[in-house]
Nanobody
Framework: QVQLVESGGGSVQAGGSLRLSCAAS????????MGWFRQAAGKQRELVAG???????NYADSVKGRFTISRDNGENTVFLQMNSLKPEDTAVYYC???????????WGQGTQVTVSS
């Protein structure tokens, strides 16, 4: 199991940018698929972006072209660059990890992102 700690959240105006970081501790970080999820008030948790151990990525339709997920295996860190932020991006963002052949089963504590009009 890997322990995850998110940072970089905050409050920005619409059109602004934030970069979230997720620092991981534990063995074999490079073998984990990593993802960013978010949960807005009154809504279910959704996958925002994912990245495999090989670097392949996928994104929710709502963030394509605006968000970029990346990883630095040497530093055991995954990032989410968020550009052109919209008020509907307001949510608690969670970092998650899943080992080979498993779904996401390790979670960070979450970091609040608030986008104002």
């Amino acid at each position: 199991q890997v322990q995850l700690v998110e940072s970089g959240g905050g409050s920005v105006q619409a059109g602004g940018s934030l970069r979230l970081s997720c620092a991981a501790s534990g063995r074999s970080f490079s073998t984990y698929a990593m993802g960013w999820f978010r949960q807005a008030a009154g809504k279910q948790r959704e996958l925002v972006a994912g990245i495999t151990r090989g670097g392949n990525t996928n994104y929710a339709d709502s963030v394509k072209g605006r968000f970029t997920i990346s990883r630095d295996n040497g530093e055991n860190t995954v990032f989410l660059q968020m550009n052109s932020l919209k008020p509907e991006d307001t949510a608690v963002y969670y970092c998650a990890a899943g080992g080979p052949g498993r779904s996401f089963d390790s979670w960070g504590q979450g970091t609040q992102v608030t986008v104002s009009s």
